[in-house]
């Protein structure tokens, strides 16, 4: 503890990487996926004999079982050594060991494979086999994505040498993208990356010209870029044919656990609330113009009513923030997390007194924050860089969120640990919500606008730039189907996406190398990695609304809601805890919560 600011206990975990306990738990690791080798090079022979003896059932049961116990000692080891790297950066033995447990990894994703083409072999016998091990009942949603998955892979000598190639096509292209960005710097030294940062300096002129520095740098390299999203697009476009995907969006479905007539109601429901946040975007054009925080010379004037896309992150400058100590914060948090239910309170308790988070500023520390959470004694660890902003305290709130979703798994198999990236923001953005409205209701006149305005910047990037980045990608998976793109077309495409989108919230000044900046557009592991940003906000909005108007009660809901994330489809999942997704009722209830965000926002603006 330095100056009342924590850093984490690790000892219920491992004392030490030299320690015996962790040296055991490694080679323990280690045998473990031996006996899940034996288990799946018994059952690929009695395959390959067509041997009638082969009692599949019963080796079901006993991989699953096995396969339980080296995901949870994977897991935990896999998370320890990223937590002690991440506050120690330099340190070569924690690099060295990260690798090491990273390249043991590569050896259960390999039996993972293995593992679904048998089951997929075996499809036959898979109701006897709940019949006779019905403790397994509640793995049918797991096993069944597990046999659809498998049904768009390849032959196995296909999927190998196009996993090889990729390592060379796609994952390297994205890698370049990575590798320019990070490169890129202006005449006086100044990284990318700074520059970005600087669209949320008070200073306006600053912000527009970051702007300007970082479409010129990203114009210089538009060819480079462009290669990168023409070619990874391309590969992507031939290996989902090859795997019978008709669409890009039908295979980041899957994965989403998501069905298309949700997404459909999702993005309609936002398509609705455009005119509401074109509101608010012009109405913070008008209070940077009349308070002179703004370098454009025609945004939040008559006929360019729309702000300039440097000022969308301008800070508004009412009243000086107040300074939060680290125990406020807490005692903060406390309070919000009981007001909602007495066993988050006691969660986020128990990982305040037991050492579970680290959030001290110092050298060799990543940035940001995140959550990592261990099957070992189900506990986790939260990282952050706590500065004093409130903003520090949403970012708290949000990753004990994400380890009190953990919390609620207690007691279920590991099998179940994993969920999609569409839920998996739930808890956290539910807490963040918590926070944040009980901020507002507190505050008063402009101290009550400025949280407002975090709130709503917050939201229109989720929801109105995320719909911007889902009509880009859809229109670059469209048109690379027919040939090849160069940087006139994605820039192209991109101005019709901030069109759609932004429409006339955004003034003439508007960025059409969006596209080269972000990192989501190139992953090779996920196609459109933005529409389940939109579906978790408002599906927390949502949850919030839907807890104002049940009460205390909802809380048991929320918990059980969050226990089964991990065993079934979203909309079986939402159905479950009673209310239906695949409406546009459900969404446009947590729009709600911003719309009156948005008039009180604009009302202040108009009075001033």
Not at 30 to 50: G, I, P, Y
Request: some cysteine; hydrophobic content about 35%; glycine content about 6%.
């Amino acid at each position: 503890m330095q100056n009342n600011i924590p850093r984490w206990n690790l000892d219920s975990l491992f004392t030490d990487i030299h320690s015996e306990e962790y040296k055991n738990t490694v080679d323990s690791y280690k045998q473990e996926m031996d006996s899940l080798d034996e288990l799946l090079n018994t059952a690929d022979r009695f395959t390959r004999e067509a041997n009638d003896n082969f009692d599949f059932p019963a080796w079901l049961s006993s991989y699953l079982k096995a396969y339980s116990t080296v995901s949870a000692t994977g897991g935990t080891l896999s998370a320890y050594a990223y937590i002690i790297y991440s506050t120690d950066t330099t340190n070569t033995e924690y690099i060295n060991n990260l690798s090491s447990i990273d390249e043991m990894n590569v050896r259960i994703q390999q039996q993972e494979l293995k593992f679904s083409r048998i089951l997929l072999s075996h499809t036959k016998y898979l109701e006897e086999f709940y019949k006779r091990f019905p403790e397994y009942n509640e793995c049918k949603f797991i096993l069944e994505e597990i046999l659809e998955d498998t049904r768009h892979q390849m032959s196995p000598q296909e999927e190998k040498l196009a996993s090889e190639l990729q390592r060379t096509g796609g994952d390297a292209w994205g890698r370049l993208q990575e590798q320019l960005i990070s490169n890129l710097h202006d005449a006086s030294g100044k990284t990318f990356n700074e520059i970005r940062n600087d669209a949320y300096s008070p200073d306006a002129s600053v912000r527009k010209n970051a702007w300007e520095t970082e479409k010129q740098l990203l114009a210089d390299n538009r060819i480079s870029f462009a290669a990168c999203l023409n070619n990874l697009k391309g590969e992507t476009v031939m290996l989902n044919k090859k795997r019978s995907w008709k669409q890009a969006l039908d295979r980041s479905l899957s994965s989403s656990r998501l069905k298309k007539e949700t997404l459909d109601a999702l993005i309609s429901s936002i398509e609705d609330s455009l005119p509401m946040w074109r509101k608010y975007f012009t109405a913070k054009a008008a209070f940077l113009r009349k308070t002179g925080a703004t370098a454009s010379n025609t945004a939040g004037t008559a006929g360019h009513e729309g702000i300039a896309f440097y000022d969308l992150f301008a800070p508004i400058s009412v009243s000086q923030e107040k300074s939060w100590t680290f125990e406020e914060a807490k005692e903060y948090i406390l309070k919000e997390y009981n007001s909602f239910s007495a066993d988050m309170g006691s969660f986020a308790k128990k990982a305040f007194e037991q050492g579970w988070i680290d959030a001290e500023v110092r050298p060799g520390k990543v940035g940001g924050a995140y959550d990592e959470d261990f099957p070992k004694g189900h506990q986790s660890r939260i990282l952050s860089n706590f500065t004093g902003a409130f903003s520090d305290i949403i970012t708290l709130a949000h990753e004990l969120g994400h380890a009190y979703h953990f919390s609620c798994m207690k007691g279920k198999s590991p099998l179940f640990f994993h969920y999609p990236m569409t839920l998996a923001e739930t808890a956290s953005t539910f807490a963040e919500t918590i926070v944040k409205q009980d901020m507002i209701s507190q505050t008063e006149g402009a101290e009550k606008i400025k949280m407002l305005e975090t709130d709503l910047q917050d939201a229109s990037q989720v929801l109105v730039d995320i719909l911007c980045r889902f009509y880009f990608e859809q229109s670059v998976f469209e048109e690379r189907e027919k040939g090849e793109l160069n940087a006139d077309d994605f820039c192209r495409l991109m101005k019709a996406a901030q069109e759609k989108s932004y429409g006339p919230g955004l003034n003439e000044e508007r960025h059409e190398y969006m596209w080269a900046v972000k990192s989501h557009y190139y992953s090779t592991g996920f196609d459109f990695y933005n529409y389940p940003y939109a579906f978790g906000q408002l599906f927390a909005a949502g949850l919030y609304a839907q807890s104002r108007k049940a009460g205390p009660e909802f809380a048991q809901t929320y918990a059980k809601l969050l226990a089964d994330t991990g065993s079934m489809s979203c909309e079986d999942l939402c159905k479950k805890a009673g209310f239906d997704i695949t409406s546009k009722e459900f969404w446009n209830s947590g729009i709600q919560m911003y719309a009156n965000e948005v008039k009180a926002f604009t009302d202040y603006v108009q009075n001033l």
